[in-house]
Every structure is written in structure tokens, then in C-alpha cells.
């Protein structure tokens, strides 16, 4: 199983930015995927879920500015990014319930500059 995220970069508070992750080696309609983020220092944290019917869940710091979407044909969930706010500089990762296992991706770094 492979998930390889991208999209991550520099933006200027108040920008947008769209990050992907790709899944290869699983049945991806049937998985729930997310986002998840860890800042320099913290705990890693849940940013936003998609499951396999289309059921979105986000963290409340994120909900109106961010939206998960997943697209079954391509075996790719993404993560729309707006209004984006210094404090959401983290390094992003993607995940995958496959059955009772998890996946992770590498992660993508996004930084928000004032």
C-alpha cells in the first residue's frame, strides 16, 4: 500500500492551496481516508475524514476553510485549503482505513507565512 500526498508549499496567510494523495495497492472506494497534520512540537492531529459513501467530518479549527474530497477514479482523496492562517503551518499526511488497518502517506509540509 502506497499513498504519496503533494501539493504542499509556501502561502501567504489568507491563500489557498489544494493537496492530493494518491493510493495505490488497496480497493480505495471501499476505504475512508483523512487528513491529518502535525505542527512543530505538537501532537499530530485530525484536520479532516471522507468514508467511502462520501460522509465528511472536519476539525472545527478547519470547518468553513477546508474541504476533503475524494475522487474514486483516480484513487485520490484531496484537500481544498482556503483562508489559510499561520497556525495551520504543518506538516499535512494522508490516511487510509483499509479494513482494521491504517495507512499513512509521507506528508507534505505547509507553511503559512504572515
Known amino acids: 500500500v502506497q499513498l504519496q500526498a503533494s501539493g504542499g508549499g509556501l502561502v501567504q496567510a489568507g491563500g489557498s492551496l489544494k493537496l492530493s494523495c494518491a493510493a495505490s495497492g488497496i480497493i480505495f472506494s471501499i476505504a475512508s481516508m483523512g487528513w491529518y497534520r502535525q505542527a512543530p512540537g505538537k501532537q499530530r492531529e485530525l484536520v479532516a475524514t471522507i468514508t467511502s459513501g462520501g460522509t465528511t467530518n472536519y476539525a472545527d479549527s478547519v470547518k468553513g476553510r477546508f474541504t476533503i474530497s475524494r475522487g474514486n477514479a483516480k484513487n485520490a482523496v484531496y484537500l481544498q485549503m482556503s483562508s489559510l492562517k499561520p497556525e495551520d503551518t504543518a506538516v499535512y499526511y494522508c490516511?487510509?482505513?483499509?479494513?482494521?488497518?491504517?495507512?499513512w502517506g509521507q506528508g507534505t509540509l505547509v507553511t503559512v507565512s504572515i
Open positions: 490516511k487510509a482505513q483499509y479494513g482494521l488497518t491504517n495507512y
